[in-house]
């Protein structure tokens, strides 16, 4: 994390969460165009400035609060980091390592996310306000705005979750190795969402998703080598009560009995330009046991991970289990799901009657075709019931 | 004229020739010379410090060393000394002799027929002296060329608080890669700290500065007094006068002082630690040690003296010997060495020659010479690891040593004083200047003679001297801790010379025996085959060379698992994921798979069924909100 201009993650983290962003807001234009396009031009425009306005200030917003943000933590002092520099280089590489494994599977989802977006709009659309008095309040000011409030909660949260992501992965990079990722990343997610979703294909889509995903694991692959590395060396640093691998390459900076290979050269830490091939692959020239090891679990373990992943989703449950799959495997599924939204049987038919009701009704109000719809629900929900009970 | 002087004062001092005999027995007990730790000290019959010794010019000195320690060797030697035919005498161990194990006593005899001056002894095993096993040992000259009122001898050095069996070990380690000498406490001058001298006024006094520490170089300096320089390393030089002096360890100064005429004030004696040779400077360390010049007791002690710069110390390569002795304007043989300071495959960092760390043989190098016969010419012989030069007697030798290493470094030639013909300002750390032979240069006319020389950083110098001294000569850094990483290499000069003038006495041998170790045969102790070194003490293999078999087997490993990681992904994201719908559905509250479904419909059919249900709703969502609004 040398680097003082250009931070490779930060480019990465800011493509993806801008990518995001331009999903949602794309996913909402197309389905106002969809819905009105043709029949209220009108309020068509009128809805889409909203999403525009609501994208843009969401957007505003999180770089102010982001660089406040990270202007403040760079204002402190930081002198903290460095008295135990390695430790909190491994710490932080490990962070990243997690917070990047967890954004590139659901990366590769995209499409799933698409889908699930579609249904967050709509359920910002259909769900009836609670009470009378809040339908004066705040629900009416949502409903009334919910085509601005949207995409503005959108691009403001994906933008804090670059901002928090950013921070995280690169907690002692330079602060003036902020700005440019920043901003290509920025232009690079705008460029190649447009691109993508209103001239490519899905498949291009797809292929892209993979693309960036690869080059996401290949960084954290290397993170997590690297996080062991910094420990190895912070140890090492203990021991030998200095700081040897500062002095650079070659004899006397590091640990022989751990190591793998030792290169004179390529030094990432004081080569310039080997520090973004550190970045990228993970590279060291001088490798320890640890770190290569680390390597390779690494990747086994994301190679286990989809590969377990890709039976599921054929299989519905992980290979010699009947039961178990991997969401269940999370202890945050224990704690946040389990129980809450798992509906019983009985449970589920109710509330798919009531819902199934509601909608029914709200159509009736509108008087157009609410057989068919109401019908198609019907054999829908009948679906998912056999599904659940399964 | 000159010469018959000599001669004729050599005469006269073999005439009164004394031998002096010292029994002593090493110990240990504590002592506190820097006031402010009791520590374990080296002592010498029970007592600390250990005695300085004065013998006359020509005198025989006895000296029985009884080893009282409990699990340790030891070794003495006399700096600076030639030791013309007892080269036995001379003492580093596995070079002239056997260690002396516990218990063993040695008898050191030797004469000083043609040496005067300031000289000091300390044990040559494993950073000893450093522990207090030292002292001064002066040769009083019957013809002093220098007026002087009095004599004052003041030795010097550094004081750890550690001992240096304690200090080596964590030198000597894989976690010490860089080879950071261990930092010494405080600088001692005659085993105190702020000492008093009380002078009289407008005296001359003759003062020999011994520098008896193990690593560090000192400043020396005094508040409104000035130092003439008249020998250095038992060589009489040219008056000199200087405001500072710059002494290594195992140099020697004798100077000329002359007191003031008034007693009203006194004078601070300042010594400074070279703090660039320390590897850190830690906050409690005092770089500025302040001694008394005392005139008047009654009188307040000076404060600390500070200058202004420590750039104006004398530069001891433009002294000139008082007995001239011309350059040797041509060598016979000339040895070039690099000081390279490396690790190797253990991790931990030795010094080294060329690529020779020092690694003692398992033969002290003169009983090999003494047992091989015609074979010791052959440098072979003495072990590969040795580092060893056969000189023939009466050549002139040219040494050249090349720094490579970012420290100053004091070397030090046993048995000899060299000329030194040039030595080079320091350089930068990334631009090492090595000597250049064809480099246009005009050596002083009668060069500068001594035992210690330091060179400067990233620099080089050149010394010269006359084989004619047989014997086994250990050439090496000073710095202790150096000589630990194998700082040295071993001179033998004029094999046959010595097998034709020495032979070892019985005591020499039965030190060997005592401690277990042979006296005959090749450095291995073969003394059937002397070209067959199996068996004998080598340094640790070198580093590996950046990819060895194992580095290409990890990296190709990781390239594969890195590429099939990528080619798993790609196969998993390109993959469709069956009942895709069905899957966002389960993740969903009910509302959202009501409406969902609803959509999902409405898209299906949108070609035809134009008003479906969830068009209707997202329209009547939106417009009627809008519409109300009005």
């Known amino acids: 994390m040398a680097n003082r201009v250009f931070t490779v993650q930060i480019f990465f983290i800011v493509l993806r969460e801008t990518l995001e962003a331009v999903i949602v807001v794309a996913v909402l234009l197309a389905f106002l165009k969809q819905s009105l396009g043709a029949r209220s031009p009108a309020v068509h425009k009128q809805l889409r400035k909203q999403v525009w306005w609501g994208a843009g200030l969401g957007v505003l917003i999180c770089l102010i609060l982001g660089g406040a943000f990270i202007g403040a933590y760079y204002s402190l002092d930081n002198d903290i980091w460095s008295k135990s520099e390695d430790l909190w280089e491994g710490i932080f590489s490990l962070i990243a390592t997690v917070l990047i494994s967890f954004m590139g599977i659901a990366m590769l989802r995209v499409n799933k996310m698409q889908a699930k977006w579609r249904v967050k709009i709509a359920r910002a659309l259909v769900t009836p306000p609670a009470s009378k008095a809040e339908r004066f309040k705040f629900g009416y000011l949502v409903k009334k705005y919910s085509m601005f409030i949207l995409p503005f909660i959108t691009c403001l949260r994906e933008g804090l979750e670059a901002v928090v992501f950013v921070g995280g992965v690169t907690m002692t990079s330079p602060a003036s190795s902020f700005p440019l990722p920043v901003v290509c990343g920025l232009i690079a997610g705008i460029a190649v969402g447009v691109f993508l979703f209103y001239g490519g294909s899905t498949v291009s889509l797809q292929l892209f998703l993979c693309i960036s995903t690869a080059i996401l694991y290949l960084i954290a692959a290397g993170l997590f080598s690297r996080a062991v590395w910094y420990f190895e060396t912070y140890i090492f640093n203990q021991q030998t009560g200095g700081d040897a691998s500062e002095n650079g390459s070659g004899p006397g900076t590091y640990n022989i009995k751990k190591s793998v290979w030792h290169v004179n050269c390529c030094n990432p830490e004081t080569d310039n330009g080997w520090d973004v091939f550190n970045s990228l692959l993970g590279w060291q020239n001088s490798a320890t046991y640890g770190s290569v090891l680390s390597y390779n679990i690494y990747w086994i373990a994301v190679i286990v991970t989809l590969l377990l992943m890709y039976y599921e989703e054929r299989h519905g449950h992980l290979p010699f289990t009947k039961n178990l799959t991997l969401r269940k495997l999370n202890p945050m599924w224990h704690i946040k799901k389990k129980g809450k939204n798992e509906l019983s049987a009985e449970e589920e038919a109710r509330l798919f009657k009531e819902a199934n009701r509601k909608l029914v009704e709200q159509a009736q109000n509108f008087g157009e075709s609410s057989e068919l719809g109401a019908a198609k629900v019907e054999k829908v929900t009948a679906d998912d019931e056999a599904t659940a009970l399964k | 004229?000159?010469?018959?002087?000599?001669?004729?004062?050599?005469?006269?001092?073999?005439?009164?020739?004394?031998?002096?005999?010292?029994?002593?027995?090493?110990?240990?007990?504590?002592?506190?010379?820097?006031?402010?730790?009791?520590?374990?000290?080296?002592?010498?019959?029970?007592?600390?410090?250990?005695?300085?010794?004065?013998?006359?010019?020509?005198?025989?000195?006895?000296?029985?060393?009884?080893?009282?320690?409990?699990?340790?060797?030891?070794?003495?030697?006399?700096?600076?000394?030639?030791?013309?035919?007892?080269?036995?005498?001379?003492?580093?161990?596995?070079?002239?002799?056997?260690?002396?194990?516990?218990?063993?006593?040695?008898?050191?005899?030797?004469?000083?027929?043609?040496?005067?001056?300031?000289?000091?002894?300390?044990?040559?095993?494993?950073?000893?002296?450093?522990?207090?096993?030292?002292?001064?040992?002066?040769?009083?000259?019957?013809?002093?060329?220098?007026?002087?009122?009095?004599?004052?001898?003041?030795?010097?050095?550094?004081?750890?608080?550690?001992?240096?069996?304690?200090?080596?070990?964590?030198?000597?380690?894989?976690?010490?890669?860089?080879?950071?000498?261990?930092?010494?406490?405080?600088?001692?001058?005659?085993?105190?700290?702020?000492?008093?001298?009380?002078?009289?006024?407008?005296?001359?006094?003759?003062?020999?500065?011994?520098?008896?520490?193990?690593?560090?170089?000192?400043?020396?300096?005094?508040?409104?007094?000035?130092?003439?320089?008249?020998?250095?390393?038992?060589?009489?030089?040219?008056?000199?006068?200087?405001?500072?002096?710059?002494?290594?360890?195992?140099?020697?100064?004798?100077?000329?002082?002359?007191?003031?005429?008034?007693?009203?004030?006194?004078?601070?004696?300042?010594?400074?630690?070279?703090?660039?040779?320390?590897?850190?400077?830690?906050?409690?360390?005092?770089?500025?040690?302040?001694?008394?010049?005392?005139?008047?007791?009654?009188?307040?002690?000076?404060?600390?003296?500070?200058?202004?710069?420590?750039?104006?110390?004398?530069?001891?390569?433009?002294?000139?010997?008082?007995?001239?002795?011309?350059?040797?304007?041509?060598?016979?043989?000339?040895?070039?060495?690099?000081?390279?300071?490396?690790?190797?495959?253990?991790?931990?960092?030795?010094?080294f020659f060329n690529n020779i760390s020092y690694h003692a043989p398992k033969v002290p190098t003169l009983g090999t010479v003494l047992s091989a016969g015609e074979n010791a010419t052959n440098a072979y012989i003495y072990g590969t690891n040795t580092h060893t030069f056969v000189l023939q007697k009466d050549e002139i030798v040219e040494i050249v040593l090349n720094n490579q290493d970012t420290g100053k470094h004091p070397f030090h030639l046993h048995g000899h004083v060299f000329q030194v013909v040039e030595r080079g300002p320091t350089f930068p750390d990334d631009a090492p200047e090595p000597y250049n032979e064809s480099a246009p240069y005009t050596p002083p006319e009668y060069p500068m003679r001594r035992d210690v020389l330091y060179v400067n950083p990233n620099s080089y110098f050149v010394i010269r001297f006359k084989a004619d001294n047989p014997g086994v000569w250990f050439f090496h850094c000073h710095i202790e801790w150096h000589l630990t990483q194998g700082l040295a290499l071993t001179l033998v000069e004029d094999p046959l010379g010595i097998q034709a003038n020495e032979t070892l006495t019985d005591n020499w041998k039965q030190i060997c025996e005592n401690v277990n170790v042979a006296y005959t045969g090749n450095a291995a102790?073969?003394?059937?085959?002397?070209?067959?070194?199996?068996?004998?003490?080598?340094?640790?293999?070198?580093?590996?060379?950046?990819?060895?078999?194992?580095?290409?087997?990890?990296?190709?490993?990781?390239?594969?698992?890195?590429?099939?990681?990528?080619?798993?992904?790609?196969?998993?994201?390109?993959?469709?994921?069956?009942?895709?719908?069905?899957?966002?559905?389960?993740?969903?509250?009910?509302?959202?798979?009501?409406?969902?479904?609803?959509?999902?419909?409405?898209?299906?059919?949108?070609?035809?069924?134009?008003?479906?249900?969830?068009?209707?709703?997202?329209?009547?969502?939106?417009?009627?909100?809008?519409?109300?609004?009005?």
């Open chain 2, 525 to 630: 102790g073969n003394d059937k085959d002397y070209f067959d070194l199996t068996g004998q003490n080598v340094q640790p293999k070198d580093l590996p060379a950046g990819f060895t078999a194992r580095g290409i087997v990890a990296l190709v490993f990781s390239c594969i698992s890195g590429v099939l990681g990528c080619v798993v992904i790609f196969w998993y994201g390109m993959a469709d994921i069956p009942d895709m719908e069905k899957r966002v559905l389960a993740d969903l509250n009910i509302d959202e798979r009501a409406f969902l479904a609803a959509e999902d419909d409405e898209e299906d059919a949108s070609a035809d069924a134009m008003g479906s249900t969830i068009n209707a709703l997202s329209k009547q969502g939106t417009t009627h909100e809008i519409t109300t609004s009005h």
């Open chain 2, 1 to 351: 004229m000159r010469l018959s002087i000599l001669s004729s004062a050599f005469f006269a001092a073999a005439a009164l020739a004394e031998t002096h005999v010292f029994n002593w027995t090493t110990g240990w007990g504590t002592a506190n010379p820097d006031g402010t730790l009791e520590r374990p000290v080296i002592t010498c019959n029970g007592e600390f410090p250990w005695p300085n010794i004065r013998v006359n010019k020509g005198d025989r000195v006895e000296v029985y060393l009884t080893n009282g320690f409990n699990n340790t060797n030891t070794t003495l030697h006399f700096h600076g000394l030639f030791q013309h035919g007892s080269t036995q005498m001379d003492g580093p161990p596995l070079i002239s002799q056997c260690p002396i194990a516990p218990g063993d006593t040695m008898l050191y005899n030797f004469t000083v027929p043609d040496q005067v001056g300031s000289f000091w002894y300390h044990s040559h095993t494993e950073g000893q002296y450093m522990d207090g096993m030292r002292g001064a040992f002066i040769i009083e000259d019957p013809d002093m060329p220098y007026d002087y009122d009095e004599e004052v001898v003041i030795i010097l050095s550094e004081w750890y608080h550690d001992l240096v069996d304690e200090l080596t070990p964590k030198f000597m380690s894989l976690y010490n890669p860089t080879g950071a000498e261990p930092i010494p406490q405080n600088l001692l001058m005659n085993n105190t700290r702020n000492n008093t001298w009380i002078v009289e006024p407008n005296k001359t006094y003759y003062v020999r500065l011994i520098n008896i520490g193990g690593f560090v170089s000192q400043y020396l300096y005094m508040e409104d007094h000035t130092f003439t320089v008249v020998a250095v390393d038992g060589v009489y030089v040219e008056p000199n006068e200087t405001s500072m002096l710059y002494i290594t360890v195992a140099q020697r100064y004798d100077v000329l002082i002359t007191t003031k005429n008034d007693t009203s004030k006194n004078y601070a004696f300042m010594q400074m630690f070279d703090d660039t040779m320390l590897d850190v400077i830690p906050d409690d360390l005092v770089l500025n040690a302040t001694n008394y010049i005392v005139y008047d007791e009654n009188a307040d002690l000076p404060g600390q003296y500070m200058v202004d710069s420590i750039d104006d110390f004398l530069d001891d390569f433009f002294l000139v010997p008082l007995e001239k002795e011309e350059l040797y304007e041509d060598y016979d043989y000339q040895i070039t060495i690099d000081v390279v300071m490396n690790n190797l495959y253990d991790g931990i960092n030795y010094a």
